[in-house]
């Protein structure tokens, strides 16, 4: 793999050993780079400098310019203001560093691999057995899924957990009832599911197993909660098979198993809807930490991280109160012996330090459990699970708010099914596409196919344009619009390239470093080069909307191309067009990439 030096980097880099040449008493200085309107770059660390050495701030930023090398990099320079840098790039440096990021043969566009990459466990997407998926389990899914695509890109060894829900006391009901009407509930086997069903997407087959099994779940959910709510005696043996089912009794973990193999039939038929790869091996729900839940607590106990309180194992914060001002706990074991969330999460926190040799566990979780894992991770530390060179992150994200501001709900005031709002969200993005669909050329097979593509690229977008932890509103004529900042932009802007190059003919893109550049031509380029930039920035932040915002950028800046540099015009001289080719080519694989980590395709045509 060649990895590709930014131009912003190698300007930095030229700066800082001219500030070492010039001014040799100041020692490492930082020229403080970043994009300018005025030029390309503009320096501004000059000045804090010349305050630091008492000095002249324009005539230290003169002596640094005597010292930049001649590279080929720096067209212009010029001291502005009270000491600002201005720097302009020669057309030349610019088309030679894309065109070193096009021949990347790995296919990264020369970003290269972290130099302090390690292992990530990300917890996400985590619904609960037995039970509907609805618009509220819609961000850790879309978030996880996307951090999990951009760190591995960037180098990182990346374990995916899925805690789902699949233990408690609501067990005990389903299963008696079960155990009693052994008929009510359908089975297929689900082991070694990969999350993928051959095709680009959800299958029939798929969807219609899934709306079965959670058809089933509902029912006997239902059933069984009117009889223990009615019957005394059902509800007694209900409590009892909950005490079976802690103890491992056979019969009781049987059934418990086919309660979750049925939701995971479910479960996957939502995750293919979503385009998502969710693999068997790596849900690993609470009942996974069952066998740990007492040496956690044990644990804690014997070195004093937790104490004794009420007859509960408490763990007491300084600065967590209550309104009373009393210290409020995070409670690991009940009074009555049951285990809190809290046992299940600490354990999760051993099993993925000590066994999957985690650094960094990352937990993509709503911003209204915060509190909790503030708790929980402070409570590792104290136990020493995290440390130092173990950390663990809290990628807390916001609510889903309808256009009227307030949490999504149904005209009836419920909680929307997931499957509901992707099912509109495809049917609208169809509708959309097959309006232009006779000008491209589509055929039915291939609108139902962009549809699904872009509806479902639109949801994902909406999310992961939105800063993780800001709540935001749910609009699905906005979200499908080909304009504004959607998905649906971007990928007509993909789909507009690939339509140029299939025209072009003979035209191939070629680079031409002679070539003097356009504004926008230079505008492009330069955006184009801060891709590996702005995905070590997100990989470092987690933090995916800001790829969605450079990929907005870039596609803004490819429109401005268009409107002001004509690709395949006649008038053109051929050198002018293959660069114009080159350009585009290396927008569009730069969008696709970009996209493919935000889990969202690009039809070659829309």
């Known amino acids: 793999m060649a990895s590709v030096t930014s131009l912003a980097s190698t300007l930095q880099q030229q700066l800082a050993d001219a500030l070492t040449a010039a001014l040799p008493e100041a020692g490492t200085a930082d020229p403080l780079l970043r994009r300018s309107d005025r030029a390309d770059f503009q320096a501004n660390g000059i000045l804090a400098l010349a305050k630091k050495l008492k000095g002249n701030p324009r005539e230290l930023a003169s002596q640094v310019t005597a010292a930049l090398p001649e590279t080929g990099l720096i067209k212009d320079i010029e001291v502005s203001g009270p000491g ?50 609805h618009v509220g389990h819609l961000r850790s899914a879309v978030i996880g899924d996307a951090m999990v695509q951009i760190l591995e890109f960037t180098g990182e060894s990346v374990v995916r957990r899925h805690h789902i829900g699949d233990w408690g006391t609501q067990f005990g009901m389903l299963i008696q009832y079960l155990i009693e009407h052994p008929d009510e509930l359908g089975h297929q086997d689900v082991e070694g599911h990969d999350g993928t069903d051959g095709t680009d997407g959800t299958s029939d087959s798929d969807s219609s197993a899934g709306e079965a099994a959670m058809s089933s779940l509902n029912r006997l959910y239902k059933a069984s909660r009117a009889l223990f709510d009615s019957d005394e005696e059902f ?3 209900s409590r009892d098979r909950v005490v079976a089912l802690q103890a491992g009794e056979p019969e009781t973990l049987a059934m418990w198993q086919r309660f979750v193999d049925e939701s995971k039939i479910y479960f996957y038929s939502v995750f293919d809807k979503l385009d998502m790869e969710i693999r068997d091996p790596d849900i690993v729900g609470e009942s996974g930490y069952n066998d740990m839940l007492e040496e956690t607590c044990r644990i804690l106990e014997e070195t004093g991280v937790a104490v004794r309180s009420e007859g509960a194992l408490c763990v007491f914060f300084d600065d967590v ?99 509901d709002l992707l099912d509109e969200a495809v049917a609208r993005a169809t509708a959309v596409v097959r309006e232009k669909a006779e000008k491209v050329g589509l055929s039915e097979e291939e609108i139902v196919e962009n549809g699904r ?32 900042d959607t998905s649906v932009y971007l990928q007509y802007a993909f789909a507009r390239i ?17 070539l003097e ?6 505008a492009l380029g330069l955006h184009l080069d801060q891709f590996g930039e702005v995905l070590a920035e997100v990989a470092a932040g987690y933090e995916p909307h800001k790829l969605a915002a ?11 191309f268009y409107d002001q540099c004509q690709v395949l015009s006649e008038d053109n001289p051929p050198e002018v067009v293959e660069n114009r080719l080159f350009l585009v080519e290396l927008t569009a694989r730069t969008l696709h990439q970009g996209m493919k980590l935000l889990g969202i395709r690009t039809p070659e045509r829309l």
């Open 321 to 419: 109160k209550g309104p009373d001002g009393n210290k409020v706990p995070l409670i690991v074991k009940k009074t009555n012996g049951g285990y809190g969330y809290a046992a299940t999460d600490l354990s999760a926190i051993r099993d993925r330090v000590r066994n999957l040799k985690a650094d960094t566990l990352l937990y993509v979780v709503d911003a209204r459990q915060s509190l909790h894992f503030k708790m929980v991770f402070e409570t590792a530390r104290r136990a020493g699970w995290l440390n130092e060179d173990v950390h663990a992150h809290q990628l807390a994200f916001g609510t889903v708010l309808g256009k009227d501001g307030k949490p999504f709900k149904t005209r009836e005031g419920v909680t929307v099914r997931l499957e």
């Open 550 to 560: 450079y990929l907005y950028q870039l596609a803004s800046h490819l429109t401005t």
């Open 235 to 237: 509800k007694a043996r």
């Open 498 to 514: 690939r339509s140029i190059l299939r025209k072009a003919g003979d035209a191939k893109p070629v680079a031409h470093p002679e």
């Open 453 to 484: 593509y872009v509806g479902v690229g639109a949801v994902k977008y909406a999310d992961l344009s939105t800063s993780a932890v800001r709540d935001y509103k749910f609009d699905l004529d906005q979200m499908v619009s080909l304009h504004g």
């Open 84 to 133: 600002f840098l201005n720097v302009t790039l020669t057309d030349r440096a610019i088309i030679e560093t894309l065109a070193a990021r096009a021949a990347d043969g790995a296919g990264r566009l020369g970003v290269p691999l972290s130099l302090t990459a390690g292992t990530t466990v990300i917890d996400y997407a985590q619904p609960n057995v037995a039970k509907e998926m």
């Open 517 to 522: 550049l356009a504004p926008a031509e230079r």
